[in-house]
T-cell receptor, first 112, second 114 residues
Framework: KQEVTQIPAALSVPEGENLVLNCSFT??????LQWFRQDPGKGLTSLLL?????REQTSGRLNASLDKSSGRSTLYIAASQPGDSATYLC???????????FGKGTHLIIQP | EAGVVQSPRYKIIEKKQPVAFWCNPI?????LYWYRQNLGQGPELLIR????????DSQLPKDRFSAERLKGVDSTLKIQPAELGDSAVYLC????????????FGPGTRLTVT
């Protein structure tokens, strides 16, 4: 059974800092990994999807990397802004089905 | 392109009452998912549809939960009777097989059972 762990559970940093969020998964036989953002009381917004054949994916100030062999992914946020405050979730497809298994998320606060 | 639509956004009911949630996926998305998210946790898959067929309902508590996706478009998730432990956010997501694996989520329905 796939298990996804996210570290840290919470993070508070001053505006302007670069930061890294970590995600690990137990079953490396995945074909993609997706990073989401969730604002309080809202649904999930897809940020980046990395295919298993890719090592990284970039969108604006966000960069996600994937190392299947070690079961790890990182989300790098450059020059953080207060608007980046949210919960960040990573998810991988469940076994042979393609529903997603999620981590518990990292609750990020960017201090102005 | 309109996103995934869910209603109602909020629902408060007493235990043992029935409740239903509705989802309209992104137009043309053949795969539809229902997830449940408890406070402080990531979403957990309840059921996945490919068109009108439920292809993965192994995590759906079938004694009280049911779902349908008539005509392969809109979907309804029902709980009858609701229990206190069903309080959670119910999220609907959809995906187009032709456009890759990325899932798009709706805003969710926050259910409170008292």
């Amino acid at each position: 059974k796939q298990e996804v762990t996210q570290i840290p559970a919470a993070l508070s940093v001053p505006e302007g800092e670069n930061l890294v969020l970590n995600c690990s998964f137990t079953d490396s036989a995945i074909y993609n990994l997706q990073w989401f953002r969730q604002d309080p009381g809202k649904g999930l917004t897809s940020l980046l999807l990395i295919q298993s054949s890719q090592r990284e994916q970039t969108s604006g100030r966000l960069n996600a990397s994937l190392d299947k062999s070690s079961g790890r992914s990182t989300l790098y946020i450059a020059a953080s802004q207060p608007g980046d405050s949210a919960t960040y979730l990573c998810a991988v497809p469940r076994g042979g089905a393609d529903g997603l298994t999620f981590g518990k998320g990292t609750h990020l606060i960017i201090q102005p | 392109e309109a996103g995934v639509v869910q209603s109602p956004r909020y629902k408060i009911i007493e235990k043992k009452q029935p409740v239903a949630f509705w989802c309209n996926p992104i137009s043309g998305h053949n795969t539809l998912y229902w997830y449940r998210q408890n406070l402080g946790q990531g979403p957990e898959l309840l059921i996945r549809y490919e068109n009108e067929e439920a292809v993965d309902d192994s995590q759906l508590p079938k004694d009280r939960f049911s779902a349908e996706r008539l005509k392969g478009v809109d979907s309804t998730l029902k709980i009858q009777p609701a229990e206190l432990g069903d309080s959670a956010v119910y999220l609907c997501a959809s995906r187009s097989r032709e456009r890759g694996y990325e899932q798009y989520f709706g805003p969710g329905t926050r259910l409170t059972v008292t």
